[in-house]
């Protein structure tokens, strides 16, 4: 987690995203830094851009025209990555986001990411692996919005031994009453975790649950706990047999350790 004095550019693909989580979006955002720049992208004379109007200045975004000159053609994506790099050169913000599920903003990431500025990505969960490895954080718009409706999976209940020529440590979702969740929801990797754990470690036994998240995120950048039907990474360790998570206060605020059982 960042301050709220770390300013985030925030663009976004009009064309390749989802009106409809703009205020999640910004939330998303907001566990990092302060969105100072926000801008979306499109051809606005469209009726697909209907949808992002009405919320245009609900929060406090610019729409920025860009007209298909020809068909098949996304314009945006040009528009967006000139503007990303003016703004990148003028020193006014510390990282940026880009909301897409399109690789054409991998070259982006990658070149944000040289500069030393924090980059992050919101898309869907078809996004190409590339342009999710080239962030810092890739966070799948499918966690985004469905807080309440999102159903734990006991991951202790159903892990599963492969033979030894096919094996590999992950854990299978149980079966859930929620059939969206449960197709949404991909395949655990406790290798993982236990990768996470050990670079963490520094030969401590108990060891800070944001320090294991941030060795998760650049392991995986796209991994989040949400992913697995869980709100917060301590829900998930305490449902791992193999973890145990204790209760730290410091200053009347609970900061998690982990150790292994």
Known sequence: M?????????????????AK?????????????????????????????????????????NPIQKFSYTTGKNSTDSSMI???????????????????????YTGLAKRIREEGLFVMGIGRRITP??????????????????????????????????????????????ESKNEEILKESPTLDLGLIDRAFE????????????????????????FDPRSYGYRNLTELFKSLKKYQVIKNEVNGLNYPLVKLK
Not at 38 to 59: A, F, V
Not at 83 to 104: E, P, W
């Open 2 to 18: 960042r301050d709220n004095k770390f300013n985030i550019a925030v663009l976004i693909d009009g064309d390749n995203a989802q």
């Open 82 to 104: 000139i503007d990303a790099m003016d703004i990148l050169h003028s020193d006014s913000v510390d990282g940026f986001c880009i909301v897409s599920s399109d690789s054409d």
């Open 129 to 174: 692996k590339a342009f999710v490895q080239s962030c810092e954080i890739f966070t799948f718009s499918e966690n985004l919005g469905h807080k309440e409706e999102t159903e734990k999976i006991e991951v202790s209940k159903s892990e599963k031994i492969q033979p030894k020529s096919n094996r590999k440590d992950v854990v299978k979702p149980e």
């Open 199 to 222: 670079i963490s470690s520094d030969e401590e036994e108990e060891i800070h649950i944001a320090k294991i998240g941030a060795s998760l995120r650049k392991i995986d950048p796209s």
């Open 21 to 61: 989580l703009l205020k999640e979006i910004l939330e998303e955002v907001s566990k990092y830094g302060k969105a100072t720049i926000r801008r979306i992208y499109g051809d606005w004379t469209t009726p697909q851009m209907n949808s992002w109007k009405e919320l245009i200045n609900q929060h406090s975004f």
